[in-house]
């Protein structure tokens, strides 16, 4: 099978000078969970936005071998997406909700929905606007579980809600309705939130993609050394795409597949050795790459734990 | 298209705006509430008899054919109130559909359905020129007996007693002239629909203004600028030209003379029908302008990129 998003040199351009998409150029592969990461107003919803065929474009992209700008309507039989917290509209009755999906969508099993729902609080004849944010979400989760699609695309879909529901709302996408044949997109800057489910990452900056790769080819890729004041200049001179202090002790993030880098091995004798975790990687990429570490404020605090 | 698919876009609408399904239940309620409470006899029908009714209606008594004509008349009239009251609410709902949706942000759940714009416009179309004037059309039908019922007990053994005779076979055709009127109609108001999607589709904020306002705007600088007011009249003849079609005010020439009114009574059956609007190429104009203004709106939703 070929892939579930294939895109090729895609631009988007706001107004006159704001580019909002600067060539992008990535495959998404069936089966995988691939988290879209950027820092706010790097092109994420905008790329969202295109593959979801609600925005105009240049360039060439694919989803599911169908271009979302002119056949639109046929791929959202297999496209799913839940875009932001609370679209469902107020006045909408939990039992009307679930009648208007089945009544449009062929693949949508109602059965399916009434079980997730009755695991929840949601009452039938509640309306949307009853309900607290995080039920509007346990809501719009049991009816896109229910739809058989290929490709579910979800955008922040967290965002604003309590820890436990937004625990819930992972734990049961990934239990319930992930089946390694289906294809999750999800952009968020919680990064950590997600770090343990994706096996791909993306990370976009400045609509390009800065970074494309497999949760699983990241150790071959990228090492993270902590070492103590006294071996500071010698990791430097190894040209580090990321330096921070934490507690008097020094972290260096290494590109470890460039040429001229050192091996893992070179780095353990200035200290600990490991691999990055994705929110250590996001800090660092999205800092423009630069060793200073602690500029940008956004993500500085992410980046601190 | 999917009929399935439609039924429930259409349930969808009277979900998200009940009014609706109500005010043509309320507008009816009334009706029948005016015609029980109301001191005159007659209570819902307006002959200007100049207090000939004595001679009048012994007239109508014998003559059969006037008599239904009138029954028709009357119960036709019933409607007029009913339309009136589902035109403003058609109207108001037309301007709400397609700004709501993206005010609450919830046009990016109704377009992650695979339902096309062309679905969703059409389905907002179908809701103000069929779905609501059948309703009201329905409705009216029972309220029309209703009144019938009660204002035939008040005039029993009045001059008026004629009126209180039920014609099954004038009551058939009234109701189905009564159904072409309402297909006339939404061929007439399709452009006024479409134009109030048209801006609701395209308004930032407040479509109420945006509708309103380039009209008024227009009138106003014709008449000052060229001292003319063709855009005015235009205006109101697609306003008010389907009702001035519909004129059911039996109101003879001053003698009244028992002629006269009989005339009139055949004159007003003979409006009962709109069918002859078909002819007009006012009509048709109007149809191919709402076609037009159609696609532009379903373009309009298609790449809308607000929300």
């Known amino acids: 099978m070929g892939a579930v998003i294939h895109a090729h040199d895609v631009r988007k351009r706001y107004g006159r000078s704001t580019l909002a998409l600067d060539g992008l150029n990535f495959d998404v592969a069936a089966g995988r969970i691939v988290g879209l990461m950027g820092p706010n107003g790097a092109g994420k919803t905008t790329a969202l936005k295109a593959i979801l065929g609600l925005t105009p474009f240049e360039g060439d992209l694919q989803v599911l071998g169908r271009d979302p700008r002119t056949e639109r309507d046929s791929l959202m039989q297999d496209v799913c997406f839940i875009a932001d917290v609370a679209v469902l509209p107020k006045w909408l009755r939990v039992d009307h909700a679930l009648d208007y999906v089945a009544g449009v969508h062929p693949k949508f099993d109602r059965q399916r929905a009434d079980e997730v729902l009755s695991r929840t609080d949601i009452k039938r004849k509640s309306k949307v606007g009853e309900l607290s944010k995080g039920m509007i979400t346990q809501l719009h989760l049991a009816l896109i579980m229910a739809i058989d699609a290929k490709l579910l695309v979800l955008d922040e879909p967290t965002l604003g809600l309590d820890l436990l529901y937004r625990r819930d709302f992972y734990e049961s996408l990934l239990n319930d309705y992930f089946d390694h044949e289906r294809t999750i997109l999800v952009t968020t800057h919680q990064v950590e939130e997600v770090e343990n489910l994706l096996t791909d990452v993306l990370f976009i900056s400045h609509g ?98 | 298209m999917n009929l399935k698919v439609m039924k429930t876009l259409l349930w969808r609408e009277t979900w998200e705006h009940r009014g609706l399904i109500w005010a043509p239940l309320i507008t009816a309620a009334v009706i029948v509430l005016t015609a029980l409470l109301s001191t005159k006899l007659t209570g819902s029908i307006r002959i200007n008899l100049d207090g000939k009714e004595q001679e009048i209606f012994a007239t109508l008594s014998t003559n059969l054919s006037h008599q239904q004509q009138l029954f028709a008349v009357w119960l036709g009239a019933l409607v007029i109130p009913q ?21 609450d942000r919830s046009i990016l759940f109704w377009k992650s359905m695979p339902v096309s714009d062309a679905q969703t416009v059409g389905s907002k179309l179908a809701t103000a020129l069929l779905l609501v004037p059948l309703w009201v059309w329905l409705v009216s039908m029972i309220a029309s007996l209703a009144v019938f019922a009660i204002v035939s007990l008040k005039l029993g053994g009045t001059p008026l007693a004629p009126l209180a005779t039920f014609y099954p076979g004038a009551w058939v055709i009234l109701q189905l002239t ?130």
């Open chain 1, 208 to 305: 390009k993609i800065m970074l494309d790769s497999t949760v699983d080819a990241l150790p071959s890729r990228f090492s993270q050394l902590v070492t103590s004041s006294d071996h500071v200049a010698e990791a430097r001179a190894l040209r580090p795409v990321y330096e921070r202090e934490v507690f008097g002790r020094y972290a260096f993030i290494f590109d470890i597949s460039k040429g001229g880098a050192p091996t893992a091995d070179e780095l353990a004798a200035w200290g600990d050795v490991r691999t990055p975790s994705i929110s250590d990687l996001f800090v660092a990429l999205m800092n423009g790459g630069n060793s200073t570490g602690m500029n940008s404020a956004g993500v500085s605090a992410e980046g601190a734990r």
């Open chain 2, 178 to 307: 009564m159904l072409q009127n309402v297909l006339v109609a939404a061929l007439w108001y399709a452009p006024v629909v479409v134009y109030l999607l048209l801006m609701s589709v395209y308004a930032k904020r407040n479509p109420f203004l945006w509708a309103v306002l380039p009209p008024v705007l227009l009138v106003i600088f014709e008449e000052v600028a060229f001292n003319t007011n063709m855009i005015a009249g235009f205006i109101s003849n697609r306003m008010f030209g389907f009702f001035r079609e519909l004129d059911l005010n039996i109101s003879p020439a001053d003698d009244s003379t028992s002629a006269s009114v009989m005339h009139e009574i055949s004159r007003s059956y003979e409006q009962l029908g709109t069918l002859d609007m078909l002819a007009t190429t006012d009509l048709w104009f109007g149809v191919v302008s709402a076609v037009i203004g159609f696609f532009i709106v379903v373009r309009l939703r298609r790449w809308r990129d607000d929300a």
């Open chain 2, 83 to 103: 339309m009136i009251v589902a035109m403003i609410v058609v109207a108001f709902y037309a301007l709400d559909s397609l700004y709501n949706e993206r005010k």
